[in-house]
């Protein structure tokens, strides 16, 4: 919201700074985003009139002049310029002056050209940073030429209108009423403690008799909950006053005619957004608010056209739409040069009709933008008061005396909303003990009614102040007007003594994420979107599970529309980006939720499951990955088995499924060498993902003491040729089923040589045998020789193998 | 004495002046022991001297025999003497020869480390769990209820712009803030409440300073008599132990639906103690964090009497404070994953 200091001052008697009034807003809540001083970049600009002009005896485009600079003497300006002449008056910048040039700032100084000396330049309205807006003949090819009453050597800025400040301020979505210089005003007064009067400011005009009757017909009062009409006769269209149109530039706008201009100082001055039809084109001297047809026609007054739909609200009169209500208004009424007749509409729409009408059509304004944060009903009735002031002032029209509302409306105001509450209540929500006069008296400067009733009072809340509603709202009223320097900060003092920390669950989180970083890996953290191209990227079949994923309604773009199902995309491509980024080797896992929805459309909030990704690349193979795997089973009391499996983005002969028992936990391999090589990986990559929540679920709870044996464990090692196609897991698997005593089967070396025979090779494990922590002796070598005979009968057994 | 006329054979005097020649001359340890053996071996010249008193007239044999002795013992200390020389030697070379250069690169297990997304989470989550709160989470995808509706935000506010929200479907959307855990946890526990409810939020934002993913922590506490002088009690804790111990806290008036008062909070700046400086753009202050007192509306939404506790409530973006804390320019960095990035917050 930008509003400019002078239009500000107009309404309240500001003495301090610019500065001093941003902290002070600042402190109340309204935040300045940004303090602009206009005239920042023109500095040493006076004001001069040109005694003589003669040609430069060297050149013929220069003519050397000499100006009048008031008390500040005689000056000798060279200038090329070919419009000023002796007798006119001129800003000039004089040594040292400072002028806008081509976005930025050029120092002026004293020289000479072709031979004679310059004390300076003439300036242009483009060098002072404005426009016709700001002064008349600003936008002349030359000099801008001043006004014949404009005194002598004085500061320009304040004569062209930029010793001004704007006010950028940020309003809060609470405060509607504080989008206009009006809403900012009575809050300036207030905090500025400066007595002030109502909001609206006193709008008078002469209403002329009239014999036309308008008929407003609001057929969507929710959608319309207020809408006033009036009526103006023998319009003269024409240039707004400098005053005016000035107003309207320092805010970013362009004057464009009288009535239009009016339209839009009232926005801005009152927040009220109004449109102006010319009667001509209001069919009917009638007015009907309702839902557009289905597939209905409108083209706006920047001659977009729109094909609409019933959620689209429209102005129309007895035969056609004229506006697109609260966003633009139709080509077909607008204001034109020969327009002699104005209906004015001073509306209330509803904030989210309006926003889903400008959303759907991608038509923006600042009519919309206002009815977007929310016009209180209030505000048509002020703005039309204001337009109607602002034409009789300005002599382009005469205002009718007649309004006309629909049925529903009236103009009488409600009564003000009370709220019963007591000075006790106030102090105990804020903790501190703020004096009642205060109370009554921050109140009152905001426009509330207070009645006094010894401990309790009522206040009555201003009409433009819908957001209050409770005692709460008084108390932030009072405390940001108060000034939050008052709370001291306390402990809870009142408060019960709780239990805190982490959830069991959320410990063991901690502590897994601990094992990985241990192993060596870095944790990652990735979107909980991606791209549904990234399930092509993984050659999952159309019908993958993992492709019936939740998808967002309006991403940000389609690589971030599908939410995650499965983490090795986001794992896959933080590699790509290492590498890329010469990072040639790495460790990373990610901990993070997919999103499994049962039925999609959504009917209910999707399962969101915890996955574990891990990602290795550049150093290391399958079995540094499988580690990774393993410590975390060590470190959780799991027991993994793995066998081979196939997965459409895996090396075919390097894929493992993660089990514990039967079911299947998760996966692990490379990454298939197409892919790799789709990614320009030249390195291997290595990848896993498993269900976090079944790891958990099947977790060692706490530490399982059990008694150190008394007698040490035997250590044997074996050595068995068996087919190439068994596993290490099954020889592992068959030893400990085998044969009690053995606690442990680590394969150690594998063997293959021709001597062996064809698909042969040579698997040495080292068996531990435990004994039993009830034996009375250890195991003799005779028990160790027993248990090794029945293992490997066993391995010949099942698994046709026999000792190397 | 008459003793001195017997002839023992080769002079005594001799044999303790070869053994301590050729002791002398042993180089190693090894070599020293054969010299030994030599001398008083099983084979050595002392036995084959006590070989020899078969041949010596027996009256003279004691005689003989305390010669032999006191040869033999003489002996012995000499080689003690000289095994001891020949270790120090030998250890004093083996020292010389193990020696490393201790400024060579030591060898460790390669470790990895945690995201400072989930340090800064934890570090919060430990501050305020030493104050009784207790860590709750919530579903990242959300109804529009719990995220908007029971925090009195309803469908045509104006609050809803103020967080572009990623929709699913209609009534479905991603969270576009930790509060939905608020109204969860309420549902569930009555008063008195200390929680904190940290995790992922979504807005169809993305710049240079924001991320359509980020993460949040909120923090609510409901009791009876809690007021806006407690809530700024506790932030100044929490500023003081993430920060600084001279860090302080200040308050200015804001808006969000669910909070009433509504409040920012700025911590001074630690980089400049509050002077003013480029980090907190000369203004001394840093803002770190939104809160305000429970609006009635979101306590009655989850059926809690407002006449009778109030609450206040609390939240910040994790990634703000990790900026913050360690000085990292771009919230992007938090999701390249580069190693180079990841590296730098491991123990």
């Known amino acids: 919201m930008k509003v400019p200091f002078s239009w500000l001052k107009e309404y309240v008697d500001i003495t301090v700074s610019a500065e001093e009034l941003e902290e002070k807003l600042f402190s109340c809540g309204f935040e300045v985003e940004e303090l602009i001083y206009l005239g920042k970049d023109v500095e040493g600009v006076v004001t001069g009139k040109i005694v003589s002009c003669e040609k430069h005896p060297d050149a013929d485009r220069l003519t050397v002049c000499k100006v009048d600079c008031g008390n500040m003497g005689e000056k000798q300006i060279v200038t090329a310029a070919t419009n000023v002449f002796a007798g006119a008056i001129v800003p000039i910048a004089l040594d040292g002056a400072t002028v806008k040039h081509e976005g930025g700032v050029q120092k002026i100084k004293t020289g000479k050209l072709r031979g004679v000396t310059s004390e300076g330049m003439f300036c242009s309205g483009e060098e002072l940073g404005i426009g016709d807006d700001f002064y008349e003949g600003a936008e002349v090819d030359g000099i801008l030429i001043l006004q014949k009453d404009t005194p002598l050597g004085v500061d320009i800025r304040p004569i062209v209108g930029i010793d001004d400040y704007i006010f950028d301020i940020a309003v809060t979505a609470n405060r509607p009423d504080c989008q206009s210089v009006l809403g900012i005003a009575y809050e300036v007064a207030a905090v500025l403690k400066v007595p002030h009067g109502s909001f609206l400011p006193p709008c008078p005009y002469e209403a002329a008799p009239s014999d036309v009757k308008f008929t407003v017909e609001v057929q969507e009062p929710a959608l319309c909950p207020r809408y006033i009409g009036s009526y103006v006769k023998d319009v003269g269209i024409g240039k707004s006053p400098q005053w005016l149109r000035r107003r309207l530039a320092l805010c970013g706008m ?509 698997m040495a494990v080292r068996i531990t045998f435990t004994p039993d922590p009830a034996a009375e002796k250890g195991l003799s070598p005779e028990t160790v020789d027993g248990f090794f005979k029945k293992i490997v009968g066993s391995l010949e057994h099942t698994l046709g193998a026999h000792l190397r | 004495m008459e003793d001195e006329n017997i002839q023992l054979g080769p002079d005594q005097g001799d044999i303790v002046a070869e053994a301590q020649q050729e002791a002398e001359q042993a180089s190693s340890s090894r070599a020293l022991y054969e010299t030994k053996m030599k001398f008083l071996g099983r084979t050595g ?128 959307l991603l969270r576009t803030q930790t509060s939905a855990g608020q109204i969860r946890l309420m549902e569930q526990k009555k008063p008195p409440i200390k929680m904190l409810s940290p995790g992922r939020v979504f807005r169809s934002d993305d710049d240079a300073t924001h991320s359509p993913m980020f993460h949040q922590m909120e923090g609510l506490v409901v009791d009876k008599g809690i007021t806006l002088c407690d809530l700024q009690g506790m932030l100044d804790e929490f500023a003081r132990t993430m920060f600084s111990s001279l860090s302080k806290t200040r308050l200015r008036p804001s808006y969000f639906p669910f909070t009433e008062p509504s409040v920012e909070v700025d911590v001074s700046c630690a980089a400049c103690g509050g002077k003013g400086c480029p980090l907190c753009k000369g203004t001394g202050w840093i803002e770190v964090l939104g809160a305000g007192m429970v609006n009635r509306r979101v306590l009655e939404n989850c059926g809690v009497d407002p006449d009778v506790y109030t609450g206040f409530a609390f939240g910040m973006g994790i990634e703000r404070i990790a900026m913050l804390k360690y000085g990292i320019g771009h919230i992007r960095s938090f999701t390249e994953n580069d190693v180079r990035f990841l590296e730098q917050f491991k123990d």
């Open chain 2, 45 to 172: 010249k002392i036995t084959a001297l006590l070989k020899g008193m078969r041949e010596i007239a027996a009256e003279n044999r004691p005689a003989f025999g305390k010669k032999v002795n006191a040869l033999r013992e003489k002996l012995e200390e000499l080689f003690a003497a000289h095994e001891a020389r020949m270790k120090e030697k030998e250890l004093k070379s083996k020292l010389a020869r193990e020696q490393i250069d201790v400024t060579m690169p030591g060898r460790k297990a390669k470790k990895g480390g945690l995201h400072p997304i989930t340090r800064t989470r934890q570090e919060l989550i430990d501050i305020f769990a030493g104050m009784g709160f207790e860590v709750f989470e919530g579903p990242e995808i959300e109804s529009e209820y719990y995220n908007f509706t029971a925090l009195n935000t309803p469908a045509d506010h104006p609050a809803r712009d103020m967080q572009d929200t990623f929709y699913i479907t209609e009534g479905f």
């Open chain 1, 254 to 762: 362009r004057s464009v005619n009288n009535i239009v201009d009016i339209t839009n100082y009232v926005l801005l001055e009152v927040g009220q957004p109004m449109h102006a039809f010319d009667r001509r084109f209001l069919h009917g001297d009638t007015v009907v608010v309702r839902r557009a047809k289905a597939g209905e026609k409108i083209t706006t007054l920047d001659e977009k056209e729109f094909t609409l739909t019933p959620e689209n609200l429209l102005i129309c009169d007895a035969d056609r739409p004229v506006a697109l209500a609260g966003v633009m208004g139709g080509l077909n009424s607008e204001i034109r040069e020969d327009t002699r007749e104005v209906f004015f509409e001073a509306a209330s729409f509803a904030r989210d009709s309006v926003r889903k009408t400008s959303r759907a059509l991608g038509q923006r304004s600042d009519s919309s933008a206002r009815f977007e944060k929310g016009v209180y009903p209030v505000f048509p009735h002020f703005g039309m008061l204001r337009a109607l002031s602002l034409v009789d002032a300005l002599g382009c029209g005469k205002p009718t005396k007649n309004w006309y509302l629909p049925h529903f409306c009236t103009l009488e105001e409600p009564p003000r909303k009370q709220i019963k509450t007591s000075y006790s209540a106030i102090d105990a929500l804020l903790g501190i003990h703020v004096p009642k006069e205060e109370v009554n008296a921050i109140l009152a400067r905001l426009g509330f009614l207070i009645e006094d009733m010894g401990s309790d009072f009522v206040a009555m809340v201003p009409h433009w102040r819908e957001d209050i509603d409770g005692f709460p709202d008084l108390a932030e009223e009072v405390i940001r007007m108060y000034g939050y320097e008052h709370i001291t900060p306390t402990f809870l003092e009142n408060a019960t003594v709780t239990h805190g920390g982490l959830t069991s669950a959320q410990k063991e989180e901690l502590r897994f994420k601990e094992v990985l970083a241990g192993e060596g890996y870095f944790e990652a953290y990735g979107y909980s979107f991606y791209s549904p191209k990234d399930f092509d990227l993984l050659r999952l079949p159309e019908d993958a599970p993992e492709r019936h994923a939740v998808t967002v309604k309006n991403p940000l773009g389609e690589d971030l529309s599908v939410m995650r199902t499965i983490l090795a995309p986001t794992m896959i491509w933080n590699v790509v980006r290492n590498v890329r980024r010469g990072n040639e080797a790495g460790r990373l896992f990610e901990l993070a939720n997919v999103y499994l929805a049962e039925d999609l459309p959504l009917v209910s909030l999707p399962e969101e499951r915890k996955h574990l990704s891990i990602g290795l690349w550049g150093e290391g193979d399958f079995f540094d990955l499988k580690g990774a795997v393993e410590a975390i089973g060590e470190a959780f009391g799991l027991k993994f088995t793995y066998c081979r499996c196939e997965k459409p983005f895996l090396h075919p002969g390097a894929a493992a499924e993660v089990l514990l028992g039967e079911k299947s936990v998760g996966w692990l391999g490379e990454l298939h060498p197409e892919i790799a090589e789709a990614l320009a990986l030249e390195r291997k990559a290595f990848f896993a993902e498993l269900d976090y929540p079944t790891l958990m679920r099947k977790a060692r709870k706490g530490i399982v003491y059990r008694p150190v044996p008394k007698f040490p464990a035997v250590e044997r090692d074996l050595a068995v040729v068996v087919e190439e196609k068994v596993t290490c897991a099954e020889v592992e698997a068959c030893i400990l089923r085998a044969c009690k005593a053995a606690t442990k089967a680590e394969l150690f070396d594998v063997y293959r040589d021709a001597r062996l025979g064809a698909e042969k090779k040579s």
